[in-house]
């Protein structure tokens, strides 16, 4: 069967959630399916992080934006290039496309109530356009995968789609995401002082960013250590608006904001940090909180959407909209060695139940039914 993967933007330098999910997929099927021929869909970029092989063809489709590359190019070149079936990863797909249609339906975020705080005009356009094609590509899907039990049901629901359509398939981690003793050389480019808080955040409303700044506030107020906080992919002028509104001047001196941190150092930044904020409002899935789990680094993550699924019943989960219960948690853990010993290996054993090759042999299962 000649398969066709979108993963239009895995070429691009500074990758988020959905770009390492395709590229993992791509390179876990590259090394187990002997049977089926791929045609991976990209943009051109400057990060070839795939190469073709005798049964894994990368094709660079080049056109300037994405619905027009989406709309346009991807069904332009399936056709050309003789693909049987195709795969689209990122929550959407092609009005018209002649072959039959697999969608990684991520979450259905674009149908909920839009936080109209949110200025940011990329994630905007994103949300309208998301809200004008998937409602009109769902019949058109023979199988839509989500990644947690939390988002299906909210897919079957909110959507009216039957379960025999649907399918979940959760995301893995790489392995390179462990235990390590030498870390300085990497996390010291970020920030000079081991044993920090560290928090992965953008200005989307949902990750919760001004909340937990507050929480953090609060945890200097009454720490003893106040250990700093780094906080990778956010600017320092979306932050003074936060710290301003809020009166928290104080926690200035103890920011750090390195901005885009790579994939390949996070593990040393994971090591390096004494906790890990992962405190959003709503995932679906949640891969930094795998991440830090089997790097042996207490998560501090939220009772909320997909997080208690993917953390498990032990993990460390707080109310989000509560910046006291996150300090307090904070405060727990760095006072409390009993309680931060037995949440450190809590994660550890929880991230063994997660893996990329997993996740791709799933995968491939599907792609075999839906080609039967």
């Excluded at 399918?167 to 480019?189: C, E, V, W």
């Excluded at 970020?190 to 992965?200: K, N």
């Excluded at 720490?223 to 926690?251: C, E, F, Q």
Aim: contains cysteine; neutral net charge; glycine residues 6%.
């Amino acid at each position: 069967m000649k398969i066709g993967i979108e993963a239009q933007r895995i070429f691009r330098a500074n990758k988020h959630g959905m770009d390492y999910v395709v590229l993992q997929e791509i390179l876990q099927l590259q090394q187990i399916d002997r049977d089926n021929e791929y045609y991976v869909f990209v943009s051109p970029g400057p990060d070839r992080c795939v190469t073709s092989t005798d049964r894994m063809h990368v094709v660079e489709v080049p056109m300037p934006s994405y619905p027009l590359w989406e709309q346009v190019a991807l069904p332009l070149a399936v056709r050309r290039t003789g693909v049987e079936m195709l795969h689209c990863t990122s929550n959407t797909a092609p009005l018209w496309c002649h072959v039959p249609l697999v969608l990684t339906l991520h979450d259905i975020i674009f149908l909920e109530p839009r936080d109209k705080t949110n200025r940011s005009l990329y994630q905007n356009l994103g949300w309208l356009y998301r809200r004008l094609v998937v409602p009109r590509i769902l019949d058109k899907c023979r199988r839509i995968i989500t990644v947690s039990q939390y988002e299906k049901d909210n897919i079957m629901r909110r959507l009216g789609i039957d379960e025999q359509r649907m399918a979940m398939i959760y995301n893995g981690y790489n392995d390179y995401f462990r235990p390590l003793s030498d870390t300085a050389g990497i996390y010291k480019q970020y920030i000079d002082r081991q044993g920090y808080i560290f928090f992965l955040g953008n200005t989307d409303p949902k990750k919760n960013t001004e909340r937990t700044l507050v929480a953090y506030a609060r945890y200097v107020e009454q720490s003893t250590v106040k250990r700093p906080l780094l906080m990778a992919d956010l600017d320092r002028d979306y932050l003074d608006d936060i710290i301003a509104r809020n009166h928290i001047g104080h926690i200035r001196p103890l920011l750090h904001l390195p901005g885009y941190i790579s994939n390949s150092h996070l593990p040393y930044v994971y090591n390096g940090a004494f906790a890990f904020l992962y405190t959003s409002l709503r995932e679906s899935f949640g891969i930094p909180l795998l991440e830090a789990m089997a790097c042996g680094t207490p998560v501090i993550t939220s009772d909320t959407s997909s997080m208690p699924e993917i953390g498990g019943r032990q993990a460390i989960l707080v109310d989000p909209t509560s910046p006291d219960a996150i300090a307090s948690m904070l405060l727990r853990l760095e006072t409390d060695a009993a309680f931060y010993e037995e949440k450190r290996k809590v994660g550890l054993e929880r991230a063994t139940h997660f893996s990329w090759e997993q996740t791709a042999r799933q995968l491939l299962s599907l792609y075999n039914e839906v080609g039967c």
